[in-house]
């Protein structure tokens, strides 16, 4: 799910003197029609986080009875999606075929590669009650060997996510390596995303990675004595061993990994090629992508 991506106007950044801590994202609430995301990548000062280069941290919402998450049919190429909820369901359909129920602690991966139309909405029985959507979704760009690679999609239950306990806080290694534990979800170069859960008072000492950033999904966190207040992005020194403490009970996300160079964006296109854009621009409104098996009569048409 997604919006035009220049990255403009959605967040207010704070450079930071604080030692482990470069830049300090706050994002401002985005509405994508009806539903609202808080879009930490990219933006101006920030356009990625090793391959990662889109982050919302979307809702909670709440729906009544009858009302629900309905994304049309859209196109993606040249990156791989990651949704990841922490509650309520989507229901994900795309151009291969696929059909999978998101829950939340699942780790959905969908690779565009050479090009991939997908849908977003949500089950009959789900929209009969009222109920709420709350997670993440992220982008990580793919590398520019794998970037026309066959599109594909990986679906990993909350059960094939391994944890660990560091110092009595619960982590999950979503992607990549951590801790001396892998994750098994596909990756393409060094990837590293992962969640933890510290009570007020606790501390964690985050692993290394070429490029890192912390969100705080929940609660609070100190780095060297720079507050991260709920729901800001702090980009990480590198090369730096950085531990974070929780002021309350707090949720975090920590991304990096490899940067791979500039990317192109626009809508939902990412690639390393400005000309690659221009021709999936062009391939979309003339509806050469492939169509959504069961649900082939919306799109969402390419913004003007």
């Known amino acids: 799910m997604s919006d035009v991506l220049s990255g403009q106007g ?9 030692s482990g801590i470069e830049l300090i994202v ?25 391959p990662w280069i889109f982050f919302d941290h979307m809702g909670p919402v709440e729906f009544n009875a009858g009302q629900g998450l309905d994304v049309r049919p859209h196109p993606h190429i040249n990156l791989a999606t990651v949704t990841y909820l922490f509650e309520g369901e ?34 009959p029985e789900v929209r009969e009650t009222a109920h709420r959507l709350h997670g993440l979704q992220l982008w990580h760009a793919l590398p520019e060997a794998f970037e026309e690679t066959p599109p594909a999609f990986y679906h990993y239950g909350v059960e094939a996510i ?8 619960p982590v ?3 992607m990549g390596r951590a801790y001396g534990v892998v994750s098994p979800v596909k990756t393409f170069c060094d990837t590293l995303y992962l969640e933890a859960f510290l ?5 964690l000492t985050l692993p290394l990675a070429p490029e890192r950033a912390v969100y705080v999904a929940k609660g609070g966190l100190t ?82």
């Open 10 to 18: 959605l967040c207010d950044t704070l450079l930071s003197p604080c």
């Open 90 to 123: 989507i229901l994900h359909r795309d151009s291969l075929g696929s059909l999978q129920a998101i829950k939340p602690g699942d780790i959905n991966l969908m690779v565009a590669g050479a090009g991939i139309v997908h849908s977003e909405r949500e089950r």
């Open 199 to 203: 009570k007020a008072g606790q501390s």
């Open 26 to 50: 706050t994002p401002k609430e985005k509405d994508i029609g009806g539903f609202y995301v808080r879009r930490c990548l990219p933006v101006a000062k920030l356009r990625s986080v090793g």
């Open 172 to 174: 999950r290694v979503m």
């Open 223 to 304: 780095i060297n004595g720079k507050d991260v207040p709920q729901c800001s992005l702090a980009l990480l020194t590198p090369d730096c061993q950085i531990k974070v403490t929780a002021s309350s009970e707090t949720r975090l996300a920590l991304i990096g990994g490899e940067p791979l160079g500039e990317r192109f964006m626009f809508w939902n296109f990412a690639s390393s090629r400005k000309e690659r854009i221009e021709q999936a621009m062009a391939d979309w409104k003339a509806q050469r992508f492939a169509k959504v098996p069961g649900d082939e009569q919306e799109f969402i048409p390419l913004p003007e």
């Open 162 to 169: 391994p944890s660990v306990a560091i110092d009595e806080v």
